[in-house]
């Protein structure tokens, strides 16, 4: 049962334009949700999150939108450059939990020139 | 210092060798945990340390054994592993646990340790 869902596997963008990167959820019971960036044999980054009592949050070229009634979250990045190339990754948390976090099956971003 | 540290960063054994991978920080965070990644597949969940106590094992077999020794290191130990537990482990650090978002939950991870069982 994959609780957190991302449903493109592969994306690609053009430099300089909006990456938009989408992930569902089932659990009602999470309430943080957080993005993390995976180059190949590295392990995953933190980017950005973002708690169930907010719809937005920002950071740089990175913003974060949840929409709880959907169960939905998405990942905008903008400008789009060549380095954020590289898989993406959301989880989510129920707090309370011990921080058990929950990932979706990623998405891998190809930023082109 | 945001880093976690994990050692060695390739590892290979046999299904009768007993390794350990070990991992360690230093940013103060009291939870850590081991993560199991398989190709193209999510990062899964296996152990939770908190406050140096075992809080959350995800059934995992009784090959893998964690170890908590301080605040700031987590080992696992590997016995008698089969060729499908080949996979990149993960470890990773937060802040406070189970505090959620609130309580700066975000899990920093280290490199990771790529296993080959042969």
């Known amino acids: 049962d994959q609780q957190v869902k991302q449903n493109s596997p592969s994306l690609s963008v053009q430099e300089g334009r909006i990456s938009i990167l989408n992930c569902d959820y089932t659990n009602s019971m999470f309430d943080y949700f957080l993005w993390y960036k995976k180059y190949p044999a590295e392990g995953p980054t933190f980017l950005i999150s973002i708690s169930s009592i907010k719809d937005k949050n920002e950071d740089g070229r990175f913003t974060v939108f949840l929409n709880k009634s959907a169960k939905h979250l998405s990942l905008h990045i903008v400008p789009s450059q060549p380095g954020d190339s590289a898989v993406y990754f959301c989880?989510?948390?129920?707090?309370?939990?011990?921080?058990?976090?929950?990932f979706g099956t990623g998405t891998r971003l190809q930023v082109t020139l | 210092d945001t880093e976690v540290t994990q050692t060695p960063k390739h590892l290979v054994m046999g299904m009768t060798n007993k390794k350990s991978l070990k991992c360690e920080q230093h940013?103060?965070?009291?939870?850590m945990y081991w993560y199991k990644q398989k190709a193209k597949k999510p990062p899964e969940l296996m152990f939770v340390y908190s406050y140096e106590k075992l809080s959350i094992n995800e059934s995992v077999p009784s090959r893998f054994s964690p170890e908590c020794p301080n605040s700031s290191l987590l080992n696992l130990h590997l016995h008698a592993l089969q060729p499908e537990d080949s996979a990149l482990y993960l470890c990773a650090s937060s802040q406070s646990p189970g505090q959620g978002i609130l309580g700066g939950t975000e899990a920093f991870f280290g490199q990771g340790t790529r296993l080959t069982v042969v």
């Open positions: 989880a989510a948390g129920q707090t309370g939990t011990a921080s058990k976090l929950t």
């Open positions: 940013m103060g965070h009291r939870a």
